[in-house]
């Protein structure tokens, strides 16, 4: 069953309250631009976020996401490269598991610079997307979207990022550590090399302290 139109206008919406936030910090390349341009013009969505029921959701999962590349959402979503360019991904949304949030942390993992997710772990990665996700609903006045929708491990994640963030703040103060002004934001959506070093440096011990198994339950 291909995506409803209401479900197209919910992806259209992620991609609103997204773009009201990070819009100037995409990364640009050739699938960003026809997602962008999908997006705005409310066209084709279905060619990038594709809402799906259990049975055909896990057979795509097993077939493409399993490699878990930029997303370890296995649940309720994922979002996989597509074959053939590192560039090109596509989103797939559990119909019976997933939730309005869920579409904005996945279209995160999309905007996701490649460097990035090659070179974090996948705990660092949904810590990220995690933060991320609740700036933009945070600040969101879309009905569509809650804090209440985050829940469980993303709880975890979202507060051990924040406590790694917050010390991190204070030995800056301190001229202990100088991450550069809006690193976390480079290294995410632009794939700065440095500030990529410096957030797999200090948040090393991130991976130990959210154990071994990453994938939201």
């Known amino acids: 069953m291909p995506n409803t139109p209401q479900e197209d206008q919910l992806a259209v919406t992620a991609f609103r309250e997204i773009s009201r936030r990070y819009a100037d910090q995409f990364n640009m390349n050739s699938s960003v ?68 949030s869920t579409v904005i942390h996945e279209m995160l993992h999309f905007l996701t610079h490649p460097q990035f997710w090659m070179y974090m772990s996948p705990q660092i990665t949904e810590a990220v997307t995690e933060y991320f996700t609740r700036k933009v609903i945070g600040k969101s006045k879309e009905a569509s979207f809650d804090l209440s929708q985050r829940s469980g ?20 103060t301190q001229g202990a550590v100088n991450p550069g002004k809006g690193y976390m934001k480079r290294a995410y959506f632009q794939g700065d090399q440095s500030a990529i070093a410096f957030i797999k440096k200090e948040f090393q011990t991130l991976e130990e302290m959210l154990g071994a198994d990453p994938e939201e339950k």
């Not at 399993?66 to 596509?90: H, I, M, W």
Request: aromatic share 12%.
């Open 33 to 100: 631009k026809g997602f962008c341009q999908s997006m705005i013009t409310g066209t084709n969505v279905g060619i990038y976020v594709k809402f799906m029921d259990q049975q055909p959701f896990m057979t795509n999962f097993n077939i493409g996401g399993s490699q878990k590349l930029g997303s370890a959402c296995a649940v309720c979503g994922f979002t996989a490269p597509k074959t053939g360019n590192k560039y090109d991904r596509e989103m797939y949304i559990n119909r019976q598991h997933a939730n309005a």
């Open 153 to 172: 491990r993303y709880d975890l994640h979202h507060q051990y990022l924040g406590l790694g963030r917050a010390d991190i703040k204070t030995r800056s």
